[in-house]
């Protein structure tokens, strides 16, 4: 009886000391290298070799989370046989007429696709590495018919319906990411967002709600100015580079009204967007009507979104490869690199 109790025991203070150990996955790493889930199902043309019934689906996880990237194949264009240069729209079928003033057709099937890709890309100028999917995340399709002044062309194109936070629904095909969580903490995920206008969603895949997050990073066009220095947040050397930004920087830049909207425009944004997840709960990740890159995730047991942001959120990434140097976005730097720093855990300035 007594040993049967040591090991329950035993068995309790693993949970718990799995429940509380920060995880993370990273796509691509700092030198360039894609992970295995992702290098295993592309061949040399970074095109995916694992599509099944329109979908590449890529399958990784953690201690406590699974998470499944989801990459979908978009119609071709049909070319003229006579004339290859000539484009005869989308390579669809269409079925019946749905609305005549908007020439909206049932859309039947796709007969040809583009290729489906999972390719490593970089912000080069700070190093962010990321995998770029395709395929644009649509809750529902429809034909449209192409009129050129007034007349119709007798060529077609897919139009998407797309995720509306005040309607909700699910993305039936485009690229998309779905994380499930097995117990309560905090998710970061590193994501690229070449459309800063766009919608930029993590949804509750239960009740098809929009999960409140933070955000921090880099948005194109905001740099380090002179008062950043003064205040203490660069040296003189990073005036004029990208700046790193909080939460309340980048929410300053947008409006109250558009809470899913990151940033300045349609300027490019890539860090971090934080939320609170909820343990037995999926949430999908994605941008409507564009692609979103995906670097990696962070997972904190027991931490809410308020405790992974800025320095605090990126110790356990300096303190991985000791001696290695990350600036404040958890980007690795060598010898050379002026500012801010975290090196073993701690935070320091390189002048």
Known sequence: MKK????????FVAMSVNAQTEESYTAVDADGNVDVAYSSIIDENNMATNVANGSSVVKFSTANVEV????????ADKVDPDDPTVNLGQDITIGNLLDETLHLYELVSINSTKPIMWEKKNQGDINFSYIAGTGVPAVSMVAEEIYTDGDPTGKYRVVYTTFDPATGGEPQSGLYYKFTTKV?????VGIWANKGNRLTLLVD????????YLVEGYINGQNYS???VTAGRCTAEQVGKKKFMNNDEIRA????????VIGAGNQPFWGNVIIDAKAGKTYWLFQSNSQIGFQG???????????????ESIKTVAEKATGA??????????????GVVIQNGKKMVVK
């Open 226 to 228: 002179e008062d950043d």
């Open 4 to 11: 049967i109790f040591t090991l329950v025991c035993m068995a």
């Open 68 to 75: 499944e990237a989801v990459g979908s194949a978009e119609p």
């Open 205 to 212: 895949s239960e009740t098809k709600a929009c999960s409140p």
């Open 253 to 260: 830049l947008g409006s109250a009204d558009k809470p899913w």
């Open 184 to 188: 309560d903490g905090a998710l970061k």
């Open 297 to 311: 995730y962070t997972f904190a047991p027991g931490k809410s979104k308020e405790d992974m942001t800025g320095v």
């Open 325 to 338: 140097r990350y600036n404040l976005a958890g980007q690795k730097v060598d010898s050379t690199y002026k």
